[in-house]
């Protein structure tokens, strides 16, 4: 633990955390500018408009199957969520086509934010309660449920935030969950044969690309991209012991695999990827702004005051 | 800062309801679990000489068409029907069902009388595929 670093600023020795447990709550807590928060929730409110249109389209398909083949989730069972006839599928598609944009621009983040999670609850409960349980969704789920408990943050704001620190470190340790307890089913699920099975090669016969299919030739390939892949679910905690000038390079490395992955066997893990956002300095990322100082200098104004133009002098 | 006692209390415990959810879902959990169920993709392994599954279904409209019944028209995944196998099997007459979601989606068309769900089975040698595959019909139903 104790290389563990945060995004926080350095302590002084002085009000250094004496023990472990002062140690993990300050890391548990340590604060985000809010300015990142603005960012990464225009950024997922946005992917749900993509993702209700697109991504998740199967839920919306939903609408003209009879409810008999609808098979509940336990939590569909135990919590009064209604059943997806035609009239709830449409409720959820247009209340989140409609409420996500809203909620991108920041308006009610708390009303909003909790409507939008219920409908996008519903909506995943209709998706997959069907036959079939995608596997790509906990972490972004978890952010939409701890996005509304930070409350209004603005796009630039640099003031920093322990209730924003301690959404965005939840939403991190779920998507690190995910590799990790994934490598943790393979092997309660296909056990160590999994290592030097073809798991892989049922995934490129049944969904394999021009990008993957030459792999089939090439068993060593395979098992030693098998092996591969469990390496680096089970390592992929270390991005919390790292600091924070390595820390994008391992974010990099993990986009890279989904890359690879959706090139070999088009499965891309889109939710999981917004959710991983949360590991980078979004706030840094500001294309409206951008783009209005481009405009003032096209039109000869001044430079805007009290921004950040550091990547705009020229 | 912007936490009290009592919100970094109440923030602390559930950080550690959902990890002590999670990490049930993966020890001892499975896919109905949802969300919390193990993050089970291809975690299941296949032996060398196994054969590869590939489920398919097709359909038969009173015209007398046939033709394969993929996800947009019938609105279930290839997925969904092969978690739903069982239970088809079990019971055909809920392919029905599926007539029934055609005929919602596209009223214009003449109706489907007839369906079939097929497993396309690849055989493998030390883990390649040898080139022969075979057909199995698995379910069918009839009007």
Known sequence: MAEMTSDADRTTDADAPRNLGDRLMRWLFSPVP????AAFRTLAYLFIVWDVLVYSEAARLK???PTELYVPLNIGQILPFPEPTSLVVHVCFWGLLILSPLAAVGLFPRLLGWSIFLLYFEWMLIFNSYGKVDHDRFAFLVALALL????????GDTTK???AGWAFRVIQLAVIATYFLAAWAKLRFGGLEWLWGTSLTWAIL?????????????VWLIKTSQVGIIMFELMSPIIFFVNDRIRPYIVGYFYLFHLVTWLAITISFAPHLIAMTTFLPLERVRPLHWARLGFDRARGRPKRPAEPVTDAAG | MDVGTAGRRTRVVVTLLLAAAVFYGTLWGDD???PVGPFRMYSTSHELNEPVADTQMYAVNSAGEEFQFTESLSGLRRAELEGQLDKFD???DRLAYLAESYHNRFPDRPQIDQIRIVIEWIEL???RPTGNTSTEEVVSWQR
């Open chain 2, 90 to 92: 079990a019971d055909p």
């Open chain 1, 148 to 155: 509304p408990t930070i409350g209004r943050a603005k796009h």
């Open chain 2, 32 to 34: 109905d679990d949802f």
């Open chain 1, 161 to 163: 935030s322990e209730k």
């Open chain 1, 206 to 218: 049944r969904r394999g690309t021009e990008w993957s299919n030459w792999m089939l030739d090439h």
């Open chain 1, 34 to 37: 809010l300015g990142r928060v």
């Open chain 2, 125 to 127: 040698h030390n883990g």
């Open chain 1, 63 to 65: 609408s003209t199957v």
